[in-house]
């Protein structure tokens, strides 16, 4: 039976207003300034940000969203609103959806709570992150946060750990890319946003593992907690075993590189343009960091991507589209919320 003093907000990434280069600019800024994503001095960031980068930026990525658009709008926006609709039918608690930049906001999300029902005593924040990064995971927790204390609500929040290793989302995950497997293919290739080298380093609680050598993802360590790369790899390595894929024919690479720094790698990019001089033609690629599917999967994988693949001399290029709505999902997020291990309080 439902706690019916309890409230639920599933939190996504978010997305600009619409595809015209002002509100680009707006959500890009808003995005960039976060000093979880560009970590770095605030007047240094200023700069880099509102006088080199998004002056550049927001015109290309105006039109890389204008070739994802709905009509409906954003499809970030438009999956995430699915997957609260979807998701409210199979629970009891209310469920609102909230974004980490841009609009709705973890107020709105908290005060449409409220106005449901005002006897509300927890709040449970589900950030739509299987694995933990300063960028994603760590910003949307830290943000809701601040406003649940800066706005006095009288309700404690609690948030879903990551569950990039949970039995249930992966049983999820792998029964969404089985059908894909099923045709001739040569490769399958698990691309992850990437961060930089030194946000793994700055997570690192022990101070002395991450990255200090190229075994350090799979030496037991405290670090896994917050390691993203070791998430990730995690993540691969347990639906490649379900599955039954051989070692020689998946692999992972993380895409989305910004600026100079060293990233994490291997770059999906580069591997798109390296594998069909290997010998892998027909490739299948999935994006298991991003819950729904939006500009990083429908345009920079599925396009830009692509593109890069099939010049580089490859016959097939499938993408699995990201968990969206899918049926086993939504049942994995519902066992997900009910285990202890998996709630933190904040």
């Given at each position: 039976m439902a706690d019916v003093r309890k409230?639920?907000?599933?939190?996504?990434?978010?997305?600009?207003?619409?595809?015209?280069?002002?509100?680009?600019?707006?959500?890009?800024?808003?995005?960039?300034m976060d000093e979880r994503v560009i970590d770095m001095n605030y007047l240094l960031r200023l700069l880099l940000v509102k006088g080199i980068i998004t002056p550049f930026r927001a015109p290309k990525s105006a039109a890389a969203y204008k070739s994802i658009w709905t009509k409906e709008g954003s499809p970030l926006i438009v999956l995430s609103k699915q997957l609260q609709s979807a998701f409210q039918n199979i629970v009891e608690e209310p469920v609102t959806l909230a974004m980490r930049y841009g609009n709705p906001s973890p107020k709105d999300a908290f005060e449409e709570l409220l106005s449901i029902n005002p006897a509300i005593e927890e709040v449970m924040l589900v950030p739509l992150y299987p694995h933990y990064a300063m960028s994603s995971y760590e910003t949307a927790v830290e943000y809701a946060k601040e406003i649940h204390r800066k706005s006095k609500f009288s309700f404690r929040l609690t948030a879903l750990k990551p569950f990039y290793n949970d039995e249930d989302y992966l049983r999820a995950l792998v029964a969404s890319i089985q059908p894909f497997i099923q045709q001739d293919y040569d490769h399958i290739l698990f691309s992850y946003h990437g961060i930089p080298e030194r946000h793994v380093q700055k997570t690192d609680?022990?101070?002395?593992?991450?990255?200090?050598?190229?075994?350090?993802?799979?030496?037991?360590?405290?670090?896994?907690?917050?390691?993203?790369?070791?998430?990730?790899?995690?993540?691969?390595?347990?639906?490649?075993?379900?599955?039954?894929?051989?070692?020689?024919?998946?692999?992972?690479?993380?895409?989305?590189?910004?600026?100079?720094?060293?990233?994490?790698?291997?770059?999906?990019?580069i591997r798109l343009q390296e594998m069909p001089k290997e010998g892998i033609k027909k490739l299948i690629i999935l994006c298991p960091a991003f819950i729904s599917d939006c500009l990083e999967t429908l345009e920079e994988i599925a396009e830009e991507g692509k593109e890069v693949f099939m010049h580089a001399g490859g016959e097939s290029f499938t993408l699995i589209p990201c968990l969206n709505l899918n049926a086993k999902w939504i049942e994995a997020l519902n066992k997900m919320i009910q285990k202890p291990a998996l709630i933190e309080r904040l």
């Open positions: 409230g639920i907000v599933l939190m996504n990434l978010g997305s600009p207003e619409s595809t015209s280069v002002r509100d680009v600019r707006k959500y890009l800024n808003e995005f960039l609680i022990t101070a002395s593992h991450c990255l200090k050598n190229p075994d350090c993802c799979s030496v037991a360590s405290p670090a896994h907690a917050f390691c993203y790369r070791h998430q990730c790899i995690s993540t691969t390595n347990h639906a490649a075993a379900a599955l039954g894929i051989p070692k020689e024919k998946f692999s992972f690479s993380f895409q989305s590189r910004l600026g100079r720094d060293e990233w994490l790698k291997p770059y999906t990019v």
